[in-house]
């Protein structure tokens, strides 16, 4: 007889609640926020406006945020900005997209381009993950608890390796990661949840360097993706260009001055125009001085460029623009006044912007983040769509098409191959993302190579290919070769992105100085794993478990139950992770049978209408 | 798990036919997703995760098969274990006609006047509408064959409508 069990009195409620964050990983600047009883913005030198920037110094020490932007002035010490838009871009693709690009790059690992600074080679990954630690940092001094998970938003356009380029960094800097969001998406919660308005709505979301449109549906708690288009690389940035090269060719005194230095009389015009219109910055001498009229036509080819992706997003959803209820701005550029009066001319709807287009992602982070934390009952859910097709390379350099844009996620595809020689053992599969006819002109995922293929005729061999798309937009593969109806695994090895042991050897570097870190860090992982196993199956068996469950089968389940939870305090994460296994193995059939019930129940029409 | 062998349109409890009932599609694909969908099983044990990961998509498959027309006629064969090599290619001679006419109007529809192309778009539209009585009368009888010439067909008008809606200039 198994004995019951009595929740400890003195353990609160409120101890069950997790502490978690949405965190909005922005070009120029990131935002966190929790929700306890209302939303609260973690600060940084009393702004909730993080700078992503960072600062090294001459004797290579590293600052972050507002601290980097004082550290900035000192001439010997280097800044790094701006580094979302190359995330997951190779170093040709930074040539091919951003020619303006400010730093050194160390192009030696093609994949993974360092920037240099001084001595330092830093990737995109490391210097997002040090904005991330900053970020965690933050939280937790001002809250003083561990923070037990984070939800991260991504520009919808980011393909697969920019996604999983942001998951490593935040694995890098110790964050768990509950998910990654959408930030149209995300700006659409926050709206939702706020107004329970419902319809069809476009979010025009204009960032500091990227540009993202989303068309959704919300209905009752149900925010339903329809299409999503963007440019991953068009954002405040290319404005502040554009009147960074206005200036030089205007102003030859200050033809001179160095690259940021402009930048940054270009931001102060720039926001000056939102309110006025006339905007000055004296720099020693000189007044610059740019007006509304001027500066509009400087920027209305961009403006007319997020335009035409907008009208290309509504029409891939398959809406009427008078279906169209409001268009939801988001983002610090959308303060350019030009941009509201001409989406009210072209598509003749009304103009949502009552939330701070700059807090509203991490807003809806936050709310995303409380709810999959099980702190809140609040019931929504999220239908995400896939940003860019996938396909694979055949014969001629052209794509085929698997999965197409704008599918709802999580999707699987499967594709069949053959061999094109007698006893061929292995197969080369080029897995790319895009839109156009030729691979070339997409970006390449990688190369998956298939071993181990039997012996065989060729054209006989039956390989099936799996494309599994998880719901934050991320691809996994895996392949079985199944001729004559036997099924068997084939490995696949991606070349791509960065492997599980390449993240624990920058986890590894990161720590290096201290070396009982990354044994703390794997204990903590192992700890809060194991805990999440433990409360996820004491729940299901106090559900069902007397229901679904004999007495052997429950005592199977039980007792390694408690070999895990006697041993989740010992200071030995292998010992937990293997405890983990054990149990999530005896218990994968109970977890079926909870499954098959709950899909039988539903389809036996207790939820599902039926047949008329 | 059983849910995967189930049909689409078992899993949306649709009855098999090339029409379907959007609302109720639409309404039982969010109450099937309000179940399965990974997020509901964030705090879930990893395998039952994976479940959840393998149903939405499944569910998610399903939805995209049955919204569209095409799909949906293509899924109708399927299930009749009714597949042909996609190489093989209609034999019909006023089709072929047809064809040709299409790809002669659009190389030169920058010539053509809005009037022309709307014609042409009209007729295009009648097309289609002819060609879904013969496919019903095909399901109806069973003819798959007659209903696979029928989404080939399909395919085309479909294909050009858009082409001409866009020279249009509608969204």
């Not at chain 1, 992105?497 to 720590?511: F, R, V």
């Not at chain 1, 004491?538 to 007397?546: F, K, S, T």
């Not at chain 2, 099937?32 to 393998?54: G, W």
Request: some cysteine; aromatic content about 6%; overall charge negative.
């Amino acid at each position: 007889m198994s004995l019951l069990q009595i929740s400890d009195p003195d353990i609160s409620k409120k101890d069950l609640v997790k502490f978690v964050v949405g965190i909005d990983l922005g070009t120029t600047n990131s935002l966190i926020a929790t929700i306890a009883e209302t939303l609260l913005f973690f600060e940084d030198q009393k702004s909730p406006m993080i700078p992503s920037i960072i600062n090294i110094n001459n004797k290579g020490e590293i600052s972050v945020g507002q601290k980097a932007v004082n550290a900035s002035n000192k001439s010997e010490n280097y800044n790094i900005s701006s580094i979302k838009r190359i995330m997951g871009l190779s170093a040709a693709d930074i040539e091919d997209k951003l020619k303006n690009f400010p730093y050194e790059l160390d192009v030696s690992n093609e994949k993974l381009p360092l920037i240099k600074v001084g001595n330092n080679k830093l990737s995109a990954i490391d210097i997002s993950s040090k904005i991330l630690s900053h970020l965690k940092d933050l939280a937790e001094k001002k809250e003083n608890k561990r923070l037990d998970g984070a939800v991260i938003t991504v520009p919808a356009y980011f393909n697969d390796l920019q996604r999983q380029a942001t998951k490593n960094a935040a694995k890098l800097s110790g964050i768990n990661i509950l998910r990654l969001l959408n930030e149209p998406t995300a700006a659409a919660i926050a709206y939702g949840l706020e107004s329970k308005s419902t319809g069809t709505f476009v979010v025009y979301d204009f960032g500091g360097g990227t540009f993202d449109v989303s068309v959704l549906t919300l209905e009752k708690g149900i925010f339903k993706v329809l299409s999503t288009d963007g440019d991953t690389c068009l954002g405040g940035d290319d404005i502040d260009d554009i009147i960074c090269n206005w200036i030089k060719d205007n102003y030859t005194s200050l033809h001179k001055t160095n690259y940021l230095s402009l930048k940054k009389i270009a931001c102060q015009l720039k926001e000056q125009l939102s309110y006025d219109d006339i905007a000055e910055v004296t720099v020693d001498t000189t007044v610059i001085s740019l007006n509304v009229d001027k500066f509009n036509n400087l920027v209305n080819k961009i403006i007319d460029r997020t335009l035409d992706i907008t009208k290309n997003a509504i029409k891939e959803s398959h809406q009427r623009i008078s279906n169209i209820k409001d268009i939801i701005l988001v983002g610090g550029s959308t303060r350019i006044r030009c941009i509201k009066s001409k989406l009210k001319t072209e598509f003749k709807c009304s103009i949502l912007n009552d939330i701070d287009p700059d807090k509203v992602v991490a807003h809806g982070a936050a709310i995303q983040a409380n709810i999959l934390s099980g702190n809140c009952k609040e019931d929504i859910l999220l239908l995400d769509v896939l940003p860019l097709s996938l396909g694979i390379e055949t014969y001629g350099g052209l794509s085929e098409k698997i999965i197409h844009r704008n599918t709802p996620i999580p999707i699987n595809a499967k594709k069949t191959f053959t061999t094109f020689k007698d006893g061929q053992s292995k197969l080369l599969v080029h897995v790319i993302q895009g839109e156009r006819e030729m691979v070339e002109h997409c970006s390449s995922l990688g190369e998956f190579i298939l071993n181990d293929i039997p012996s065989m005729v060729s054209g006989v061999p039956r390989i099936v290919v799996e494309f599994q798309v998880d719901a934050d937009g991320i691809l996994s593969v895996t392949a079985t070769e199944n001729i004559s109806g036997v099924s068997s695994s084939i490995e696949v090895k991606p070349s791509y992105g960065l492997s599980d042991s390449e993240i624990t050897k920058m986890i590894e570097a990161s720590n290096s100085s201290a070396k009982g870190d990354v044994f703390l860090r794997k204990l903590n992982e192992s700890k809060v794993e194991g805990e999440r196993v433990i409360y996820a199956l004491e729940q299901a068996l106090d559900r069902d478990g007397n229901d679904l469950l004999n007495a052997t089968e429950l005592n199977l389940i039980t007792a390694a139950l408690n070999d895990l939870k006697n041993n989740i305090s010992l200071k030995d994460p292998e010992k937990i992770n293997k405890l983990i296994i054990k149990l999530e193995t005896v218990s994968e059939f109970y977890v079926e049978r909870r499954m098959n019930r709950s899909i039988k129940s539903m389809i036996a029409g207790k939820g599902i209408d039926d047949i008329l | 798990m059983d849910i995967f062998k189930k049909n689409y349109f078992d899993l949306f409890r649709l009855r098999i036919d090339t029409k379907i009932d959007p609302d109720r599609l639409e309404k039982n694909y969010k109450l099937l997703q309000e179940q399965f969908h990974p997020d509901k099983y964030a705090s879930a044990t990893n395998h039952e995760k994976r479940i959840a990961l393998q149903i939405s998509s499944f569910v998610n498959d399903g939805y995209r098969t049955l919204s569209d027309l095409p799909e949906r006629i293509n899924y109708i064969l399927k299930i009749n274990n009714f597949e042909k090599d996609e190489s093989i290619t209609l034999k019909d001679e006023d089709f072929l006609h047809e064809q040709i006419e299409y790809s002669e109007f659009l190389i030169d529809i920058e010539n053509k006047t809005n009037k022309e192309i709307s014609k042409k778009h009209i007729k295009n539209s009648d097309k289609m509408i002819n060609l879904l009585a013969v496919l019903d009368k095909a399901f109806v009888g069973n003819n798959f064959e007659e209903m696979w010439k029928c989404l080939s067909k399909l395919r085309f008008y479909l294909k050009h409508g858009k082409k001409l809606s866009e020279a249009m200039g509608d969204i």
